[in-house]
């Protein structure tokens, strides 16, 4: 297959096309401001960028690297647009029944599932099955996980440490596959290579640019609200040493 042909598949856009109807039906209650609004067309943006042009075909066939950018913009990236999107009207109360304790673990488990070596495999194997399931559940998996930082009722110390935690114990499996002195998915070493890559190496860039995309994107949102959790304390502490 040719490695810079689109991805015009009935079921992905039938997908993405449900979700931003989902989205746009529920402003007519709860509508969202300009910059939330924003924020979901980037995500629409990003999921068509990985799963309609050549990005997906390349995943889909030629290199690991390209397939686990595909996973982080699904899992990471698009919800947590998505989940910022939303108006704190309705995502307040949905963040009542969604518990960090549950949420992190769950998008933890979903995350270290599906990139053991035999199940990765399967999946690549079963494009219109398998596949649409593990990019599904990484999908929901992240509204999960985002949804208790950016619409929970927790403080902003709460969810500085929540957000450093999600980074700590995921980052590990970017930087194992980043240092394993061989390749571990067989899918990849069987699929034609692209761009002059040995497998090893495709394997090697995707672990660095997983490890680094996380460091990046969750040291942000966590200096975030480390900075609110500070400046809190800080107007805390002159309240309480004003003379009454």
């Not at 039938?14 to 979901?40: K, N």
């Not at 982080?72 to 963040?95: K, M, N, Q, Y």
Request: net charge negative.
């Amino acid at each position: 297959m040719d490695p810079y042909s689109w991805a015009l598949h009935w079921e992905v856009l039938a997908a993405i096309a449900a979700l931003a109807g989902a989205y746009y039906w529920t402003q007519r209650r709860w509508p969202s401001d300009t910059t939330r609004h924003a924020a979901f067309d980037l995500a629409i943006i990003l999921l068509l960028a990985v799963y309609v042009t050549p990005l997906h075909t390349i995943a889909l066939h030629y290199l690991l690297s390209i397939h686990f950018l595909q996973n982080v913009v699904t899992a990471e990236w698009a919800p947590g647009l998505v989940v910022f999107a939303v108006s704190p009207a309705l995502g307040r109360p949905i963040a009542r029944y969604i518990h960090p304790l549950v949420a992190l673990p769950l998008w933890l488990a979903t995350y270290f599932f599906w990139h053991v070596p035999v199940i990765y495999d399967a999946a690549l194997n079963r494009p219109h099955s398998l596949l649409h399931v593990e990019h599904l559940t990484y999908f929901l998996a992240g509204l999960l996980m985002w949804w208790p930082v950016i619409h929970g009722r927790f403080s902003d110390g709460a969810k500085a440490a929540y957000v450093f935690a999600a980074f700590v114990l995921a980052s590990p499996l970017g930087l194992l596959l980043a240092l394993l002195p061989r390749p571990v998915y067989g899918f990849y070493e069987d699929a034609p290579q692209l761009w002059g890559l040995s497998d090893l190496t495709d394997q090697q860039i995707a672990g660095v640019t997983m490890a680094v995309e996380q460091a990046v994107v969750f040291f942000a949102v966590f200096a975030h609200y480390f900075a609110r959790f500070l400046r809190t304390e800080q107007i805390a502490g002159v309240f309480s040493e004003t003379p009454r």
